[in-house]
Each structure stands twice: as C-alpha cells, then as structure tokens.
C-alpha cells in the first residue's frame, strides 16, 4: 500500500466536488481510468486485505484540507503507515500471579518442592488442549491472587508427558497439595462443576503450621521412578536404610553372602535370666 500511494499517492478533490471539477482530459487520463476500474499498479496485493470492504478505485483523502482551495485543482497526500503485529500469550500464560510458577523439568520440580520449605505447595497438571483445564484455568488465577502465601507449580502434561507418567497422572486437570515434611497431603482431580473440592483443600491446608525437619517433597517411589525413566534428565540415588529390603535379601542371598541377624527382644531376655540364675547360684 506504501508503494501505491509513494507512485500516485491518492488523488483527493478540493472543492469536494470530484465529478463536476475535473475536465474531460483529466477524466481519460490513463491515471484516472486506471483509478476508477480498480487496476491501479500495485493495487491487487491490497484487494486480499481489503476484501468485501467495497474499495474498488473510489476517491479516499487521507487529512482535511485546510484553507480554501482553486476548483479543479489536484493536490497530492503523502500517507506513512506502520505495521506491527505482537506475540499473544497463550491461555495458560494469562492472568499468572508472582506466586505462579511453570515447571521446566523433573529436577525443576524435586527442587521446587524442597525449596519450598514450610509453605503449602499446589502443583496443578494440565494440557494445552484440555478444555475442562482451559475453563478453570481463570479460577485458578484468583485463588493464586487470593493467597500470596500458596506456590502453584504448573505443569504441562504435553510438555513433560514422561514425567507425568512416572508420577501416575492419567487425568486431567490434577491436583497435588505437599507442605514441609508432610511431603504429600493429597491429591484429586477437579473441574469447575466440582471446583467446591480444590476450595475445601485449599482451606484445610493452608492454615499456618510449622513441620519439624526439612521438606519432603515427592516419595522416594516416585524419585525412583523418575531416575529409572531414562527420557529424563533426572539422577537420584537411594538412601542408606538401617534394615534390608527384601530385594537386598534376595540379591545377596543369590551372592552366597548373609546378613548379621539382629539380636530380638526376646533373645535378649533370655540371656538376661540365664544370666540371673547362674548368679544365683
């Protein structure tokens, strides 16, 4: 559009009278038939944008004219347009509060829980194309709004779909609720027609309470799970147990090797009145 009004610019009448002013050589002028059919030079690229708008050569001024003008004269306006288009967020992406956050990885979300220390945590599984979580999505946001106190952790499902797995989320929207060394307080799925459950749970566990020891954040299960999941960028090592699980019974007893059989109470009691009688002797 630029490039047509930069080479013809618009031809704009200044008594207002555009018919009657212009005389017969200036009415066939190659210029103005050209204007008149619709063929002007540049102009078919603009007829996609304009459409049905019923733009097809009339007369458009561009400005007011100031002053009066000689009758039949032309004057040429030159007109700047400026183009720009923005990136429109996503529905997710509306309405997030400070206390919103969007987990990028299984270690992003191990981190978040435990750095979360004595606060309630909400992680809130969700898919793009889920329309019962685009539907409670706003909701949401004001509960966030509500409680400053609360970390919402989002994740999307289409994102990091290996890890929802390895945590057994096959339903969308899905809730989790962990605070401190809780670790997990629950967990549900909800929508709008049942939005009363997430309320009641937000209510019950968000009352001010002090856990002793650090955060918990995920079950060991899980850490194992998300280890073992090799699309995952995830390492965990077991921790040291005082008493052997059956699978280390089994692994060490197809060794040849044994385990130190703990001493029970009742063996202990037994030495102590072996011991009582020989005294008393």
């Known amino acids: 559009m630029a490039e047509v009004l930069a080479q013809r610019c618009f031809l704009s009448s200044c008594s207002g009278h555009a018919s009657s002013s212009l005389s017969c050589a200036q009415r066939k002028s190659p210029a103005f038939v050209a204007l008149r059919r619709g063929s002007f030079p540049g102009i078919e690229p603009l007829r996609s944008s304009f459409g049905s708008s019923g733009f097809r050569g009339r007369r458009l ?100 779909k290996s890890m929802c797995y390895s945590l057994h989320v096959h339903v969308l929207p899905f809730f989790r609720f962990y605070r401190g060394a809780h670790g997990r307080l629950g967990s549900f799925s909800c929508t709008n027609a049942t939005i009363k459950k997430f309320k009641d749970a937000l209510a019950k566990h968000s009352t001010d309470r002090c856990s002793l020891g650090p955060a918990k954040g995920l079950e060991e299960s899980e850490l194992l799970a998300l280890a073992a999941n090799k699309d ?39 030495s102590e009145d072996k011991a009582m009688a020989t005294a008393g002797r």
């Open 61 to 160: 001024v561009a400005g007011a004219p100031r002053g009066k003008l000689l009758r039949g004269c032309l004057s040429s306006v030159p007109v700047q347009m400026t183009l720009s288009t923005g990136k429109s967020l996503k529905w997710w992406e509306k309405g997030l509060q400070a206390n919103m956050k969007e987990i990028e990885s299984a270690q992003d979300l191990v981190d978040s829980l435990l750095n979360a220390g004595d606060k309630l945590v909400i992680v809130d599984f969700f898919s793009s194309g889920c329309g019962g979580c685009r539907a409670l999505h706003p909701k949401i946001c004001q509960f966030a709004e509500r409680n400053p106190n609360v970390l919402f952790l989002q994740i999307n499902f289409e994102k990091l």
């Open 232 to 270: 995952l960028s995830f390492n965990y090592a077991k921790k040291p147990s005082l008493f052997p699980s059956s699978d280390d019974v089994a692994e060490r007893a197809r060794a040849g090797l044994n385990f130190p059989v703990p001493a029970t109470l009742s063996d202990t009691q037994d």
